[in-house]
Structures are given as structure tokens and as C-alpha cells.
């Protein structure tokens, strides 16, 4: 996207709203403007009137005249940055809404393509910098451009021959912050990237703080982090010193302009074709004139910081959906919430071939069914596959003889419940993670689910029981207490088809038994689709199928399989007969 699109895109959506407020912002730019404009003109009388004709008439006048032109700048520059400052907010909002509503909202296999961290560092560090030039370099551009022309008023009144001399900084200044700003643009995405690469960093360390202490790598990760650290301080020192490189080249042209202006004035004055208040006066225009020029040389390089954040974060926020409900798509009616795979394909990246390869099952309605197979044998896609969290490649998914193709996606997803063995939590009370499936539930419905899952008895020892705050990912709780919470909110959902990932894999012995209680309760009358290494879990499944190299290669009841399968008997054998 290019530069002008950009802008345009970035006015529309964010910034056309605002349009009043940054139109009185300006306004109030131009008392800025005619403020500082005035005290500089305000010596021209006040050297001739009081310090050469001694009229004293002036003499409380003019300074009081001057203190009136700083209140009125300070007062309006207050002003005008106060309402930009809430514009400001306004827009990162904004834009932060609309990325996360799109990373909320985006396909599994978006999120799963990146690091969190770096999303993370784009809602932050990139917001910051598009909000920067939206805001800032706005409120900039009208006060220093009108102050500038209040200035060169000034100056020319006085003097059109020294005003000549003296403008001759700006365009040098404009060709030093071009030049800057095309090395800015080149600095500001290598930052985002360390900063991303940081925040990336910490959530890891921060999520596996006690597998550092355990393998005792605390100095390993200390030097990583320093690592980290360093990297980002040399990018954001390389931003620094590109700003400030401004300085130095706007200090020299400043004092050659200077020096020419006295050596060219002294001349002037000693011909008398100007007066020396003329003089003091152009000297102090121009002078106030140093800031707006060095300001609006260097707005140039916030523009290229906000425009490379900017198409950072524009691409996300516009990433189009694959997975999504077709116009005509229907709500889906369940009848007996049959499942059936027709000849389906499916693989994460087209380059790495199918994961699932040409497959056709069927699961019955109200009845548990069993895949079992290797680690990366397809099991997990195929679960992955019915919500849509994927679509195939090829081959079709009915439930009730309904393409999901063809239902809306909310619809379909409300059937559906999904059990892992990556137990999600949020941190917050145990409450409000059961009542996450269904907002509308009451106290009464929670605590039916938490006894039918074996939670409520550990709940009810806790300290505030229910309303209980559990960490982030539910670090208070055992696996255990945290699986039995995620079966909770699964039987609360209330929905026809259930799919257990590994329900059982975090659990000990005695544990397991509660839990298999609590799923039977679960899948009793459901169409259950079961994942599990452990066959004890799964011997008493309406149907088992034995998934290979993403190929079905057999399907039956526990006690056909042991004859005729010879994987499935390995299975069984390794677990239950050793």
C-alpha cells in the first residue's frame, strides 16, 4: 500500500470523526501563531519607544503587552494539545478494537501462523506510532506552519532583504529531514521487529517460569533476555540518534544564519536603511522561528515511523477470512447430530502434503465414538475439521445429512463442545469459567454442573468457593481440578455433539474415575467423538477407528479390533497388558 492510500485510509477510518475537534484545534494554532508572532513584533516598539526615545508612556504597556501574548500562546497551546490528546486516545482505541476484533474473529490457522507476542507488540508499539502521526504530527503541522507565517510576517515588515536571507534555512532543513526519514523508515521496522521479538520472549518465560527453575537455567534465560534487551536498545537508540541527528545540522545553519544576518545587518545599519529595533526585532522572529522550522523538518520522520506501522497493522486488520458462513447459509437442525466424513482431504500448508488423505467416516448419532492412531496420525485435525476451525481440502462434512459448508457457522458451533487436553482457563473465578459456555446460566445451573463433573467438593473447600480467582491458566489448580472445570463448562453448553481431545491424559488414577464418570454424564445420548492413548477409556466406544498416517485403515468395537487389527492390538497390549 502506498504512501498516499495510506493516509487516505487512515483519515477515513480514523480520523474523519474527529474532524471538528481537529479543525478547533487548529483554530486554536492560529492564537498560537499570532501570539508568539506578536511578542516578536512587540520589540520593535519597545527598543525605539522606551530604550532609544525614553518615552515612558510605553513603559508599563508594552511588557504587560507581552506577558498577554505568552498567556494567550500558553493558554491556547494547552488547548489545542489537550483536545489532540483526547483525539489521540480516541483513534488508538480504535484501532485496537479493530485488530483485536480481527484476531478475535480471524481464522485458527491466521493466529497459528504467528507468535502472540507479536501481535501483541503490534497492538502496542505500532498503534502507539500510527496515533503519533495522526495526532502529534497534526497538531504540529497547523502550529508550526501558521507560527512560521506569523513569523515571516514579521520578519519581512521589517526587513524583505534580511527575511530573503534567512528563509533559505527552511528548504536546507526540509532536504536534511527528507534524507532522515527514508533512514527512520528503515530503523522503525527493524524496532517493531525486536520489540516484537521480546514480547514474544517474556510470554514464554513468564508461562514456563517453572521449567527454568527446574533444569536451573535461570542464567541461560537471564543472558537470553539480556540479549533480547540489547538488540532492542540498539534498534531504539538507532531512532533516537536519527531525530537528534536534526539537531546539529539545524544548530549550524542556524549560526551561519545568524552570523550572515548580523554581518549583512551591521552593514544595513551603518548605511541607515534599517533601524536597530528593526533590527532586534526581525533577530527575535526569526530566532522564535528556529523551533516551528526544526519541528516541521523532523515531522517527516514521525510521518515514516507511523506509515511503516501503519502497513504492519492495516494488513491484519483487513486479513479476509477463508472460514466463513456463505450468504445463502442456513441454521442447521439436529435431528440425531450424525457426522459423516465423504472422501475428505485436508492439509495445513499445500507444500507439506495432506495430513488426511482421501477419509470416510461415520459418527453415529447419540453414540461414542473412538479414534485411535499415533501422535500425528490426523486424529486431531479430523476433530478440528467439524467446528470448522479448518476446512477440507477436498471431500465434504454433513451433520444430518447438512453440509457444514452450507450452516451458518455460529450455528454450527453452538452443537458443538470441545474438551482438551490443553485445558483453557482465563484468570478469573471459577464462576465465570464454568459460566463461559453459556453467559445466561445461573448460580443454580453452575453448581448442577460442578457436582455432575466432581468439582464441586474441591470448589466448596477453596476460600471464596466459586468466586475463587485461579491464576493465569488456572496455575492455582491441579490438572485434574482444571479438567474437571473445562468438562463443567462443556456439560453447561448443553449441546448435542461433543468432541474429547485427550480428556484424560493430565490425570492420575484415582482421578480418572471421577472424570470417566463425570464424561459418561457428559456424552450419555450425545454424539461423542472420543481422542485417548489411554484404551481404557474407549473400550466400551459404539465404534473405534484406528487412524494411520492420516489413512483409516480399520474400524470396529473394542473386541473386533483386538482381532483383526494387529495396530490396534499393539495398543492395547503395550497399555493394558504390561
Same mark, same amino acid.
Given at each position: 500500500?502506498?504512501?498516499?492510500? /495510506?493516509?487516505?485510509?487512515?483519515?477515513?477510518?480514523?480520523?474523519?470523526?474527529?474532524?471538528?475537534?481537529?479543525?478547533? %484545534?487548529?483554530?486554536?494554532?492560529?492564537?498560537?501563531?499570532?501570539?508568539?508572532?506578536?511578542?516578536?513584533? &512587540?520589540?520593535?516598539?519597545?527598543?525605539?519607544?522606551?530604550?532609544?526615545?525614553?518615552?515612558?508612556?510605553?513603559? !508599563?504597556?508594552?511588557? &504587560?503587552?507581552?506577558?498577554?501574548? $505568552?498567556?494567550?500562546?500558553?493558554?491556547?497551546?494547552?488547548?489545542?494539545?489537550?483536545?489532540?490528546?483526547?483525539?489521540?486516545?480516541?483513534?488508538?482505541?480504535?484501532?485496537?478494537?479493530?485488530?483485536?476484533? %480481527?484476531? /478475535?474473529? %480471524?481464522?485458527?490457522?491466521?493466529?497459528?501462523?504467528?507468535?502472540?507476542?507479536?501481535?501483541?507488540?503490534?497492538?502496542?508499539?505500532?498503534?502507539?506510532?500510527?496515533?503519533?502521526? !495522526?495526532?502529534?504530527?497534526?497538531?504540529?503541522?497547523?502550529?508550526?506552519?501558521?507560527?512560521?507565517?506569523?513569523?515571516?510576517?514579521?520578519?519581512?515588515?521589517?526587513?524583505?532583504?534580511?527575511?530573503?536571507?534567512?528563509?533559505?534555512?527552511?528548504?536546507?532543513?526540509?532536504?536534511?529531514?527528507?534524507?532522515?526519514?527514508?533512514?527512520?523508515?528503515?530503523?522503525?521496522?527493524?524496532?517493531?521487529?525486536?520489540?516484537?521479538?521480546?514480547?514474544?520472549?517474556?510470554?514464554?518465560?513468564?508461562?514456563?517460569?517453572?521449567?527454568?527453575?527446574?533444569?536451573?537455567?535461570?542464567?541461560?534465560?537471564?543472558?537470553?533476555?539480556?540479549?533480547?534487551?540489547?538488540?532492542?536498545?540498539?534498534?531504539?537508540?538507532?531512532?533516537?540518534?536519527?531525530?537528534?541527528?536534526?539537531?546539529?545540522?539545524?544548530?549550524?545553519?542556524?549560526?551561519?544564519?545568524?552570523?550572515?544576518?548580523? $554581518?549583512? %545587518?551591521?552593514?544595513?545599519?551603518?548605511?541607515?536603511?534599517?533601524?536597530?529595533?528593526?533590527?532586534?526585532?526581525?533577530?527575535?522572529?526569526?530566532?522564535?522561528?528556529?523551533?516551528?522550522?526544526?519541528? !516541521?523538518?523532523?515531522?517527516?520522520?514521525?510521518?515514516?515511523?507511523?506509515?511503516?506501522?501503519?502497513?504492519?497493522?492495516?494488513?491484519?486488520?483487513?486479513?479476509?477470512?477463508?472460514?466463513?458462513?456463505?450468504?445463502?447459509?442456513?441454521?442447521?437442525?439436529?435431528?440425531?447430530?450424525?457426522?459423516?466424513?465423504?472422501?475428505?482431504?485436508?492439509?495445513?500448508?499445500?507444500?507439506?502434503?495432506?495430513?488426511?488423505?482421501?477419509?470416510?467416516?461415520?459418527?453415529?448419532?447419540?453414540?461414542?465414538?473412538? !479414534?485411535?492412531?499415533?501422535?500425528?496420525?490426523?486424529?486431531?485435525?479430523?476433530?478440528?475439521?467439524?467446528?470448522?476451525?479448518?476446512?477440507?481440502?477436498?471431500?465434504?462434512?454433513?451433520?444430518?445429512?447438512?453440509?457444514?459448508?452450507?450452516?451458518?457457522?455460529?450455528?454450527?458451533?453452538?452443537?458443538?463442545?470441545?474438551?482438551?487436553?490443553?485445558?483453557?482457563?482465563?484468570?478469573?473465578?471459577?464462576?465465570?469459567?464454568?459460566?463461559?459456555?453459556?453467559?445466561?446460566?445461573?448460580?443454580?445451573?453452575?453448581?448442577?454442573?460442578?457436582?455432575?463433573?466432581?468439582?464441586?467438593?474441591?470448589?466448596?473447600?477453596?476460600?471464596?468457593?466459586?468466586?475463587?480467582?485461579?491464576?493465569?491458566?488456572?496455575?492455582?489448580?491441579?490438572?485434574?481440578?482444571?479438567?474437571?472445570?473445562?468438562?463443567?463448562?462443556?456439560?453447561?453448553?448443553?449441546?448435542?455433539?461433543?468432541?474429547?481431545?485427550?480428556?484424560?491424559?493430565?490425570?492420575?488414577?484415582?482421578?480418572?474415575?471421577?472424570?470417566?464418570?463425570?464424561?459418561?454424564?457428559?456424552?450419555?445420548?450425545?454424539?461423542?467423538?472420543?481422542?485417548?492413548?489411554?484404551?481404557?477409556?474407549?473400550?466400551?466406544?459404539?465404534?473405534?477407528?484406528?487412524?494411520?498416517?492420516?489413512?483409516?485403515?480399520?474400524?470396529?468395537?473394542?473386541?473386533?479390533?483386538?482381532?483383526?487389527?494387529?495396530?490396534?492390538?499393539?495398543?492395547?497390549?503395550?497399555?493394558?497388558?504390561?
Amino acid at each position: 500500500m502506498n504512501r498516499v492510500n /495510506i493516509f487516505k485510509r487512515l483519515y477515513k477510518d480514523y480520523s474523519k470523526k474527529y474532524l471538528n475537534k481537529i479543525i478547533l %484545534s487548529a483554530l486554536l494554532s492560529i492564537l498560537v501563531a499570532a501570539s508568539t508572532s506578536s511578542i516578536a513584533w &512587540l520589540l520593535d516598539p519597545a527598543i525605539k519607544k522606551i530604550f532609544i526615545e525614553k518615552d515612558q508612556s510605553l513603559l !508599563l504597556i508594552i511588557p &504587560l503587552s507581552i506577558i498577554l501574548a $505568552f498567556a494567550v500562546k500558553g493558554i491556547s497551546l494547552y488547548a489545542a494539545r489537550a483536545i489532540m490528546i483526547s483525539v489521540a486516545e480516541e483513534i488508538k482505541k480504535t484501532l485496537q478494537v479493530h485488530m483485536l476484533g %480481527s484476531l /478475535i474473529n %480471524s481464522d485458527t490457522q491466521i493466529i497459528d501462523q504467528k507468535h502472540s507476542g507479536k501481535f501483541i507488540s503490534n497492538v502496542t508499539y505500532d498503534v502507539s506510532h500510527i496515533t503519533n502521526l !495522526l495526532s502529534n504530527a497534526v497538531l504540529n503541522l497547523f502550529k508550526d506552519s501558521l507560527t512560521l507565517i506569523g513569523l515571516l510576517f514579521v520578519m519581512f515588515y521589517q526587513n524583505w532583504k534580511l527575511s530573503l536571507i534567512a528563509i533559505i534555512m527552511i528548504p536546507l532543513a526540509s532536504i536534511s529531514a527528507r534524507t532522515l526519514g527514508k533512514r527512520m523508515n528503515k530503523v522503525a521496522t527493524e524496532a517493531q521487529e525486536k520489540s516484537g521479538f521480546l514480547t514474544t520472549y517474556l510470554v514464554e518465560l513468564f508461562k514456563n517460569h517453572k521449567l527454568t527453575k527446574i533444569f536451573q537455567k535461570e542464567k541461560f534465560e537471564m543472558s537470553r533476555a539480556e540479549n533480547h534487551l540489547h538488540e532492542l536498545k540498539e534498534k531504539t537508540k538507532k531512532i533516537a540518534l536519527v531525530m537528534v541527528r536534526l539537531t546539529p545540522i539545524m544548530e549550524v545553519l542556524t549560526g551561519i544564519m545568524i552570523a550572515i544576518l548580523i $554581518f549583512y %545587518s551591521g552593514k544595513l545599519i551603518l548605511k541607515n536603511e534599517i533601524d536597530v529595533n528593526n533590527f532586534f526585532s526581525f533577530l527575535a522572529a526569526m530566532m522564535l522561528a528556529y523551533q516551528p522550522v526544526r519541528t !516541521l523538518a523532523s515531522l517527516n520522520v514521525i510521518v515514516n515511523q507511523g506509515l511503516s506501522a501503519a502497513n504492519r497493522i492495516l494488513p491484519i486488520i483487513d486479513a479476509k477470512n477463508k472460514i466463513y458462513s456463505l450468504p445463502e447459509a442456513k441454521e442447521i437442525k439436529i435431528s440425531d447430530a450424525k457426522i459423516n466424513f465423504n472422501n475428505v482431504e485436508f492439509a495445513y500448508e499445500a507444500k507439506e502434503g495432506n495430513v488426511l488423505k482421501n477419509i470416510s467416516l461415520e459418527f453415529k448419532g447419540g453414540k461414542m465414538t473412538s !479414534l485411535v492412531g499415533h501422535s500425528g496420525s490426523g486424529k486431531s485435525t479430523i476433530l478440528n475439521l467439524i467446528p470448522r476451525f479448518y476446512d477440507t481440502g477436498s471431500g465434504e462434512i454433513k451433520i444430518d445429512n447438512q453440509s457444514i459448508n452450507k450452516i451458518k457457522l455460529e450455528s454450527l458451533r453452538k452443537q458443538i463442545s470441545l474438551v482438551s487436553q490443553e485445558t483453557t482457563l482465563f484468570d478469573d473465578t471459577i464462576k465465570n469459567n464454568i459460566k463461559y459456555a453459556n453467559s445466561e446460566s445461573s448460580d443454580e445451573e453452575i453448581i448442577e454442573v460442578a457436582k455432575l463433573s466432581h468439582c464441586h467438593d474441591f470448589i466448596e473447600n477453596l476460600p471464596n468457593k466459586y468466586d475463587t480467582l485461579i491464576g493465569e491458566d488456572g496455575v492455582r489448580l491441579s490438572g485434574g481440578e482444571k479438567q474437571r472445570i473445562s468438562i463443567a463448562r462443556a456439560m453447561l453448553k448443553k449441546s448435542p455433539i461433543i468432541l474429547l481431545d485427550e480428556a484424560t491424559s493430565s490425570l492420575d488414577a484415582e482421578t480418572e474415575k471421577k472424570i470417566q464418570d463425570a464424561l459418561n454424564i457428559l456424552t450419555s445420548n450425545k454424539t461423542s467423538i472420543v481422542i485417548a492413548h489411554r484404551l481404557s477409556t474407549i473400550l466400551n466406544s459404539d465404534n473405534i477407528y484406528v487412524i494411520q498416517s492420516g489413512n483409516v485403515v480399520d474400524f470396529g468395537k473394542h473386541e473386533e479390533l483386538l482381532v483383526k487389527s494387529k495396530i490396534y492390538k499393539n495398543f492395547y497390549e503395550k497399555q493394558i497388558q504390561k
